[in-house]
Every structure is written in structure tokens, then in C-alpha cells.
């Protein structure tokens, strides 16, 4: 069952939404040259504290930090550590809050200094990817109407989607059902409808899309070490349309 969110929830959800997009925005600009990413979890955990919220990651299943940081090759679940970054490095940072109850889940893939054109381009498409799918995110289309957007418009564009890690519906709990995936024929799964939350989050590979996971039990990478890009938001269908909760632009 996909759970339908009352107005009062998705108003919570705003919230939650909101702050999670403030912190966010704080750690793009805060990710450069001669950062370590344990600084940046560290920041995360600082600010999320500020406003009172919870980081949702934060011991999910034993994960040990407030925010998932992976570097180039990395796809998700990277931990912060002592690495410094380096110009011509791409990081994707994964952000999980509850705030009062009310949880919202988004990613960035941020360029450190010069990148060269190739990474530019996957953080591009890895992008306009997620918009592609939140476009699909709305009344009586079908879940993989969003997972078909994506994997299109990664692949027209030469690049691949991981199929080893999908997005989920979110709100009350971090992880809720459906599972979204990335890929997948059109027109399949249930039909979509307002009230709906749905962390949707592209991860999308300059070349394999083949992963593996490392050591640590967690970070996932690529088989082929080319690098990979990720981007996520928490959306609501509404009669209108998809809103997006999470939205950094701003
Ligand atoms: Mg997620």
C-alpha cells in the first residue's frame, strides 16, 4: 500500500522539506578544495541540529554519519572520512532529516573546482534526469512512467542508470513503499495519486552500470571506476502536479 498523506502531514512535509533544502544548499557551497567530507558531515550534523531536526541517516541500519558522501567512482552510500577534495572531483552528498515525525530525503552532485567535460556533462544529464521523472510524478500516470523518463534520458544521452538502487516513497518514515527504479518499461506499477510522497533519486554512470559494494559494508561503486552522479528530491503529487519539497534552488 502507498500511504496517502493528509494535507496536515504534507504540510509538516513542507517544513521538513524546507529546512532540509537549507542545509543542503549550506553543504554545496561548502563543498571545495581541501574539504574533508567528515567536515562536511560534521557541518551537517551542526546545522540539522539548529533547526531541530534529526539526522535520518544517522544510525539507519548502523550507517555511522548524518550524510552519505561519495566522490566520483563512488555512486551512494560513501561515509565521510579524513579524504580531502580535489579539484577535478565530483561529490554526491545524500541528506535524510526527520523533523518532528516528518521525514524528507534529497542529493546533490556537486563539481570541486575545474572538472573536466565528461563529468560536466553526467552532472548535467544525472540532473535533467530527475526533472524528467519528477515531469512523469502526477496524477493517473503509472509509477514507472517516472523510472522510464529517467533511464531514457540517461541512455539517450550515452550515459547508464544503476539498477541496484531505486528510490522509495517517503514521509512518516524514511524508507515507505513503492520502490521507484530508475529504469523500466512505461506504463507499469501502480497508479499515481495526490497525496503521494516519492523520494525519486537518478543515479546515473558515465560508463558501466554495473556496481559494487565496497568493504565497508556500504559504499557502493561503480564496477568499472568511471564516475557517477546522483541527484534526488522528496516530491508530492498534487492535482497540480508534482511539487517538489526539497527544492535547494531556491
Ligand atoms: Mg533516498
Redesign the pocket.
Known amino acids: 500500500m502507498i500511504a496517502i498523506k493528509s494535507e496536515k502531514d504534507l504540510e509538516m512535509l513542507r517544513i521538513s522539506g524546507a529546512i532540509l533544502a537549507k542545509i543542503l544548499r549550506s553543504l554545496q557551497t561548502n563543498s571545495r578544495e581541501g574539504v574533508s567530507t567528515s567536515q562536511l558531515d560534521q557541518l551537517a550534523g551542526e546545522l540539522i541540529k539548529k533547526e531541530n531536526a534529526l539526522a535520518a541517516f544517522n544510525g539507519y541500519k548502523g550507517f555511522p554519519a548524518n550524510i552519505c558522501t561519495s566522490i566520483n567512482e563512488e555512486i551512494v552510500h560513501g561515509i565521510p572520512s579524513q579524504r580531502k577534495l580535489v579539484e577535478g572531483d565530483i561529490i554526491s552528498i545524500d541528506l535524510g532529516i526527520n523533523y518532528q515525525g516528518y521525514f524528507t ?1 534529497a542529493a546533490v552532485t556537486v563539481p570541486i573546482g575545474k572538472i573536466d567535460a565528461k563529468k560536466k556533462k553526467l552532472i548535467e544529464v544525472a540532473k535533467a534526469a530527475l526533472t524528467c521523472g519528477i515531469k512523469e510524478a502526477r496524477e493517473n500516470n503509472h509509477l514507472s512512467d517516472i523510472s522510464h523518463a529517467i533511464q531514457s534520458h540517461a541512455e539517450k544521452n550515452g550515459f547508464s542508470v544503476v539498477r541496484q538502487f531505486v ?2 516513497g517517503i514521509g512518516k518514515n524514511l524508507h515507505e513503499e513503492p520502490e521507484i527504479p530508475n529504469f523500466g518499461r512505461p506504463h507499469q506499477g501502480p497508479v499515481l495519486k495526490p497525496g503521494m510522497v516519492l ?1 525519486i ?1 537518478p543515479m546515473v554512470n558515465l560508463g558501466t552500470w554495473e556496481s559494487e559494494i565496497s568493504d565497508n559494508g556500504w559504499t557502493a561503486y561503480t564496477c568499472d571506476g568511471l564516475a557517477s552522479a546522483h541527484f ?1 528530491h522528496t516530491i508530492a503529487i498534487t492535482k497540480e502536479g508534482a511539487e517538489v519539497l526539497t527544492d535547494f534552488t531556491k
Open positions: 530525503d528510490g522509495h523520494a533519486e534526488e
